[in-house]
């Protein structure tokens, strides 16, 4: 595509990418009913499913030609993580597509990047801005096959005989404490400032494709909320009709749009112009962490005391949107970057 298709203050799509968009909504919104996200919840993981999107060349659609890939770009990716969220999708299709985005990056290659390109191989990745040595939470580590670390200067491969086990967590995704040292495996991929720097844009990657899939849970949450107000009276007229309601689905709806703008934004600086406005990724995952849990809030309390039971769609995702963002670690480290960020500027 032009690298001009999506501009700087151009948050408009091509043809390709609304077809894009709508083919991965219909997608998920066939395949990923909540009843198979209900479902997947004790190991937040749906193989079914997971092969099924695999299928879809997901995986494979932003990654160089040269190891497979489709030569899509990290603004195609955002939209399809914006229909996972809408969906909450239970599989670690933003962990992996980063993850395997580095490798490509660090020059991996071979039988098993050619597994990895095709989703036989889930690998994960630490999101967390923290490089802390020892033991470390991996939002996809009960899942993985390959999990990416850094250790010091060194990006490591772990693998695992026997996968960690999957720990009970408020986002419902298939999280697993793991330590390097125990791993079976341990290959070091690359070191230095360069292989550093190539896993700080991984990381940047996954906070923009997570602030897009925060996006669309955002936007479904209002949906959720919007359709219940609707047909539910007060006094005789639609709880929507109150400005106690109203106005903060209004609040919902821009929250959606400027989110969704701020993760276009930050995913085309990211694929075209790195250097320039480096805050933009974390700035937007913040934005959306925040916001996200103010949303999904909201939706419970316009369903009152349907909103809290487990059965209530609402209740789904607020925990997601709760969970989600926390995956990347303490969220006041990620504020507090995001502020030295735009200082540096």
Not at 247 to 260: D, E, M, Y
Not at 313 to 329: I, N
Request: with cysteine; aromatic share 6%; proline share 5%.
């Amino acid at each position: 595509m032009d690298r001009y298709e999506l501009r700087r203050q151009d948050y408009s799509l091509s043809e390709d990418q609304t077809e894009l968009q709508a083919a991965y909504a219909k997608f998920f919104k066939s395949r990923c009913p909540l009843e198979v996200v209900r479902a997947a919840e004790p190991t937040g993981f749906d193989k079914n499913l997971w092969e099924q999107l695999c299928g879809t060349g997901a995986t494979s659609m932003a990654l160089p030609e040269a190891v497979g890939g489709d030569g899509a770009t990290l603004v195609d990716l955002v939209l399809v993580a914006e229909e996972l969220g809408r969906a909450i999708a239970p599989v670690p299709w933003i962990d992996h597509v980063c993850a395997a985005r580095l490798l490509g990056c660090l020059g991996v290659s071979g039988a098993e990047a050619a597994d990895v390109v095709g989703g036989r191989q889930v690998v994960a990745l630490d999101p967390r801005l923290d490089a802390v040595a020892g033991i470390r939470l991996i939002p996809s580590g009960s899942v993985a096959d390959r999990i990416i670390v850094r250790d010091g200067d060194d990006i490591v491969a772990l693998s695992f005989a026997s996968r960690p086990a999957k720990v009970d967590n408020i986002g419902r995704l298939p999280m697993a404490w793991v330590d390097p040292a125990a791993a079976d495996r341990r290959v070091v991929l690359a070191s230095g400032g360069e292989a550093l720097a190539n896993y700080e844009l991984a990381l940047d990657e996954w906070r923009v494709l997570t602030a897009a899939a925060l996006v669309g849970l955002v936007e479904e949450t209002m949906r959720i909320a919007a359709e219940f107000a609707k047909t539910r009276y007060t006094m005789g007229v639609p709880i929507s009709t109150l400005q106690g309601i109203s106005h903060p689905l209004a609040n919902i709806a821009i929250v959606a749009q400027s989110g969704r703008n701020l993760a276009r934004r930050a995913a085309w600086f990211l694929e075209y112009e790195p250097d320039v406005q480096p805050g933009l990724a974390a700035a937007a995952f913040v934005y959306m962490a925040e916001e996200a849990a103010k949303a999904a809030t909201m939706a419970v309390h316009v369903q009152g005391g349907l909103g809290v039971t487990n059965e209530s769609a609402a209740s789904a995702y607020l925990v997601r949107a709760r969970g989600w963002p926390l995956a990347a670690g303490d969220p006041g480290a990620s504020a507090v970057r995001v502020a030295e960020l735009f200082a540096r500027a």
